[in-house]
């Protein structure tokens, strides 16, 4: 597995100085990974519960003491939850979401970049300044706006309001011209000079190029949108049209004591997000630290 | 450039013809991120002045909002309850992150994979954490409050049940969740200093404590400073964690800023009256941020 791979190696690790003695060197490594086990542990801990709490009956949740692991594994809470509620039309409608936003946010981001990165004309700059400065600005400060834009359109109420919303983020933009910066100029002079034209430079040699960065920013925009709260809430109310967070909210606020049930759920909404963690972390962290923005 | 010698009329449609094509690579995301972004927030500048509710007609009003704002009592609440969410998720998760980074920078076989799940609370979804920690915060049989009874506290606080631990248990929760984004940016400073510095601090004796405060804390500053713009942000605009755990409660106790422009621009449809109390959250923002700046090109220059 590679695993945080560009979160680099190491820095000053403490090694055995030359003259201690052998016994010392195996005391320091078992030691060092008691310290990684243990701070490991206390940070999953709340989600080893979570888990252990979907395998369980609802009056077994809150035993005293604590159950860490299920006397009897109740694998049938997984069976069940599909008929109380409808979780397939909700990972349906966040799986839609996630992919069509998460789709347009890499086209118009990274061919956008590219005007930003690799076409020289004037003002371009100044543009580029007004996208990372509303990065700056939080949401929360002009969702009313948007909301009343929305309204008027008669778009509440429908995917549309999601995507147009989240879809043309300047943080894709930013993230995807960062990365071309990094590409020679010369490469694309050359690539001029034989005829290419923008737009073929941008198709044959920058996207195949920029691979990395594009699946950087697919996962982390599919990661967002999959977990956005605020945004289906403010704007779909029709049942149908409910995400995965949205029906799980409302499942923890109308059976409130089917805790086991609740922990199903929400190890169901989280699985699909740990598979494409997993799968694509490299990308994930490499997304962080060259940006350092997404929060 | 030799092309930029070149005589008038062709430079002038060279450059023409430059304009069109970059305008045309940003276009397609420029007419989406203007409408969608540009827009409202120009927008949500001047509904702050405007007096303008679902069914009336908008009206300017100068600064009768932020009058309004002074005597509101939600507002003052709200308010007090961002700053303490910040004072205590801003320390605690830097903290925190900057522990997780030192225990696991280390070169030892299968370091990444403690790494990759230590960032995991970062990436599940808000509502599950919250459902998981309501559960763990369950005042009467809640795990949190047994460890806390087998430490010997006789009367564990009722958390999310109470209107005083409320906020602490929001904080605890937000702490848990965003330390490990944080704990990369971290490991990322942490491989900027020179292993020289160590070894030379080892030469003169210098403790793990002493190498710690002397060589690691100063050569992270620049980390430090970029973490803690991005937690105070991050910080003063909370709303969804707050809206999915307690929202807002018991009574006003988690009340936040954010929530408070949700619920008068969308559950009450006060357009303008909301927009006031959204731009002094931004005003915050900035001023706290551009206070940072400030700050630490201070401390740089000698």
């Known amino acids: 597995m590679t695993t945080l791979q560009d979160a680099p190696q190491t820095v000053a690790p403490p090694e055995p100085s030359p003259g201690a003695r052998p016994g010392a060197g195996v005391a320091r490594t078992v030691l060092a990974y008691a310290a990684l086990g243990a701070a490991t542990l206390l940070v999953l801990l709340p989600l080893v519960w979570m888990v252990s709490s979907a395998l369980k009956r609802d009056n077994e949740v809150f035993a005293i003491p604590v159950e860490w692991i299920p006397r009897e594994f109740r694998w049938s809470n997984f069976v069940e939850i599909w008929d109380r509620v409808p979780l397939l039309t909700y990972l349906g409608n966040s799986a839609f979401l996630s992919v069509t936003i998460a789709f347009l946010q890499v086209l118009t981001g990274s061919f956008a970049a590219y005007g930003f990165a690799k076409v020289r004309f004037p003002g371009r700059d100044a543009l580029f300044l007004a996208y990372i400065a509303t990065i700056a600005v939080p949401w929360q400060a002009y969702m009313v706006p948007q909301y009343i834009m929305m309204q008027r359109a008669e778009l509440t109420n429908t995917f549309w309001s999601i995507i147009l919303l989240q879809a043309f983020g300047a943080f894709g933009v930013f993230l995807m011209r960062q990365y071309y910066m990094s590409i020679p100029d010369d490469l694309c002079e050359a690539a001029r000079i034989d005829g290419l034209s923008e737009y073929g430079i941008y198709r044959r040699i920058m996207l195949p190029l920029s691979k990395p960065a594009l699946a950087s920013l697919a996962l982390l925009t599919f990661v967002s949108t999959w977990n956005d709260y605020m945004g289906p809430f403010i704007y779909l109310t029709s049942n149908e049209l409910w995400t995965v967070q949205l029906g799980l909210r409302s499942f923890v606020g109308q059976y409130e004591a089917e805790y086991a049930m609740i922990m199903t759920g929400a190890v169901l909404s989280v699985l699909p997000i740990l598979v494409i963690f997993l799968f694509g972390q490299r990308y994930f962290i490499r997304g962080i630290a060259t940006s350092g923005l997404k929060g | ?302």
């Open chain 2, 1 to 302: 450039m030799a092309q930029a010698t070149a005589p008038g009329p062709a430079r002038v449609r060279r450059s023409r013809r430059a304009i069109l094509v970059g305008w045309s690579f940003i276009l397609p995301n420029f007419l989406g991120f203007a409408l969608f972004t540009l827009v409202p927030m120009a927008a949500a500048f001047a509904l702050a002045f405007l007096d303008w509710d679902s069914y009336g007609t908008p009206e300017w009003v100068g600064l009768e909002n932020f009058e309004q704002l002074i005597g509101d009592e939600n507002f003052h609440v709200a308010l007090r309850n961002t700053l303490y969410y910040a004072a205590g998720h801003i320390p605690l998760t830097l903290v925190a992150a900057l522990a997780l980074a030192i225990v696991l920078n280390r070169k030892l076989r299968g370091v990444n994979f403690f790494r990759t799940a230590a960032f995991f609370p970062y990436i599940t979804s808000l509502v599950a954490v919250a459902a998981v920690w309501n559960m763990l915060f369950n005042p009467t049989a809640g795990p949190v409050n047994q460890v806390l009874e087998a430490l010997g506290v006789a009367e564990p606080p009722r958390w999310t049940a109470s209107t005083d631990w409320a906020m602490p248990a929001v904080i605890v929760t937000s702490v848990w969740r965003d330390m490990g984004y944080y704990m990369v940016l971290y490991l990322a400073g942490l491989q900027t200093i020179p292993r020289e510095y160590y070894e030379a601090a080892r030469v003169d004796g210098a403790g793990a404590w002493q190498r710690f405060w002397n060589i690691t804390l100063p050569c992270l500053r620049p980390t430090t400073f970029f973490v803690l713009v991005m937690l105070t942000i991050q910080s003063f605009k909370v709303l969804d964690l707050i809206v999915v755990m307690t929202d807002g409660g018991p009574g006003r106790s988690t009340l936040v800023l954010a929530q408070l422009v949700y619920r008068e621009g969308i559950t009450e449809g006060r357009f303008g009256y909301s927009s006031a109390i959204a731009l002094v959250l931004f005003v915050i923002v900035l001023t706290v941020t551009v206070a940072q700046f400030r700050l630490n090109e201070r401390r740089n220059t000698p």
